[in-house]
């Protein structure tokens, strides 16, 4: 091969609070992607390493126009693409080029299957010992179910996600219709991440960072579904946990959520009913005679909610100081005033898809400020450029099938 260049230069115009990082991204589906791209949304340079063939299934799921998905595009925008044949030995090489100087690598591969090409973490420190490298798996790196191939509802049944959603009325578990599972591991990988990289900075190296789905889920569903079963004695004092309670309120024309859990958010919740006298009620009076009374109070507010509107309901409880919403959809959740008025969304035209709503990077650095990043690249996109960073040509790259 020609002579290399020492690493592929950072070009990210981002200002965000990694700005100057290296991110090589060779994972695929959400998990892995997702992250790379909350990274790339603060200011790291994110490449994603693309594969021959299907390479990135997200590429081909799901709503599309002109070759661009939609889950694609949510999930890697600021990322350059380089294609990269890495059963070829030249493949292989620039990919060592482009790790020598990698701040962060994010793979979620099977467990063993970069150590087969030889780029597993032991593999890629003997050249980098700074990197700071995510292994994301469904299950853990070992163990009785390691090798199994995973999706997020997997991980939603073997976590207890999915009874913690169990229909009262039916006992049937239920799983999300989002993939909760996938990215929790994301926003866990992103903060273990910044994490890694502070005490890189702090003079304690880089180091290897393994993260399951399983264990992802666990701890993001822990702290209040089990609020209840984690205490194990025999005379603990059992109540229901808050999420059981949650239900959508159906009124007279539609459904809102509210929660009215100190006694003053119940007295304001009765007023926004319109019986500001149901709170005065002995039966109703306080928390116990509530719980002790909570089918007759389920009665009584059933009244009131068949005879009250939506807007009426949300209007009494702004004026009652009650915690309420209407239940907005994926189609008008950006007609929201408040989301309006944090500019949660950006419409934008992307060269192929066209116009593309997008839910922008949440955290507002004050000190740092983030711009939004280039729109999801076209598979190897950036291909040649990436490799005439390195000092390769990129045209014989390219007639050799190594790039694409």
């Known amino acids: 091969m020609a002579a290399r260049g020492t690493g592929c230069a950072a070009v990210s115009t981002n200002t965000g609070p990694l700005a100057g990082i290296k991110v090589v991204d060779l994972s695929v589906m959400i998990s892995g992607p997702l992250a790379a791209m909350m990274l790339a949304d603060q200011g790291a340079d994110v490449i994603k390493v693309e594969s021959p063939g299907i390479g990135d299934m997200m590429r081909f799921l799901g709503s599309q126009k002109g070759g661009i998905t939609g889950i694609f595009a949510l999930h890697n925008r600021g990322k350059r693409s380089i294609g990269l044949n890495l059963k ?10 482009l790790l020598k100087d990698a701040d962060v ?9 970069l ?19 995510v292994s994301i798996s469904g299950f853990g790196p070992d163990g009785p179910r390691s090798g199994q191939r995973v999706y997020d509802n997997v991980i939603q049944a073997a976590s207890g996600l999915a009874s913690v959603q ?7 578990p239920q799983v999300f219709r989002t993939l909760v599972c996938d990215k929790v591991t994301s926003y ?12 890189r900075e702090r003079g304690r190296g880089g180091q290897h960072i393994e993260i399951s789905m399983l264990d992802s889920a666990i701890a993001f569903m822990w702290p209040d579904s089990a609020m209840d079963a984690a205490l194990l004695d025999d005379d603990v004092a059992r109540t229901p946990t808050i999420g059981e309670n949650y239900a959508a309120l159906e009124l007279k024309d539609g459904f809102v959520t509210v929660s009215a859990v100190s006694q003053p958010e119940f007295e304001g919740y009765c007023a926004a009913l319109g019986n500001p006298g149901l709170a005065t009620d002995p039966r109703f009076a306080d928390a116990a005679a509530r719980s002790a009374n909570t089918a007759e109070l389920r009665v009584e507010i059933k009244k009131l909610t068949d005879a009250i509107t939506v807007e009426q309901f949300l209007a009494n409880a702004v004026t009652f100081d009650v915690p309420a919403s209407g239940i907005n959809t994926l189609q008008n959740v950006h007609e929201e005033p408040q989301v309006l008025h944090n500019g949660s969304f950006v419409v934008r035209e992307h060269p192929k898809a066209g116009s593309i709503r997008e839910a922008r990077n949440a955290p507002h650095f004050r000190g740092t400020p983030t711009t939004m990043p280039a729109p999801a690249p076209d598979r190897g996109e950036h291909s040649d450029e990436i490799v005439a960073s390195l000092g390769l040509d990129a045209a014989a790259l390219r007639a050799e099938g190594v790039i694409f």
Do not use: C, H, M, W
């Open 88 to 97: 070829s030995d030249k493949g292989r090489e620039i990919l060592r080029d």
């Open 105 to 113: 690598v994010i793979q979620n591969f099977r467990p063993g299957a």
């Open 115 to 133: 150590e087969k090409l030889g780029f597993g973490y032991d593999d890629v420190r003997k050249f980098n010992d700074r990197v700071v490298y």
């Open 166 to 172: 169990t229909d009262k009325a039916t006992g049937r």
């Open 188 to 199: 866990t990988v992103t903060q273990a991440v910044t994490a890694a990289l502070f005490a």
